[in-house]
């Protein structure tokens, strides 16, 4: 199994970025040869639109399990189109991981963010 993790650093130490679009790095956990590669987010500070290019990104990874506290639409039609399953945690990434291998994390159903958010203000755009 291989995740994509939104993450605040470069470790699995490193604490679960809240918003998916938006993290400082994708942590890419290959559970099979038990490695951690950060990869860094530089879509991050885009004004708007960037569910669709992060989205497709990590879709081609070839990921098969994405952990984040939240996430918009576009990304998570793109996940959900590529069959990739979506986990909501919080905190440290490596009791996430833990969490998700004993099934104790919630996948999502739908996308927790609207669809036009002004992130730096944190408000809906009409």
Not at 43 to 48: G, I, Q, Y
Request: proline fraction near 3%; aromatic fraction near 8%; glycine fraction near 8%.
């Amino acid at each position: 199994m291989i995740m994509a993790i939104s993450s605040s650093g470069k470790g699995i130490d490193s604490n679960i970025y809240t918003k998916f679009e938006r993290c400082n790095f994708f942590l890419i956990v290959d559970m099979e040869h038990n490695t951690a590669l950060p990869i860094t987010n530089m879509a991050r500070e885009r004004p708007h639109e960037i569910g669709g290019k992060v989205g497709k990104l990590i879709a081609k990874l070839g990921i098969d399990v994405i952990i984040t506290t939240d996430i918009g639409p576009r990304a998570f039609e793109i996940f959900k189109q590529n069959e990739i399953k979506i986990y909501r945690a919080e905190g440290i990434i490596e009791d996430a991981i833990r969490q998700l291998k004993k099934g104790n994390l919630s996948e999502l159903t739908k996308a927790t963010l609207p669809r036009y958010l002004d992130w730096k203000k944190n408000k809906v755009l009409k």
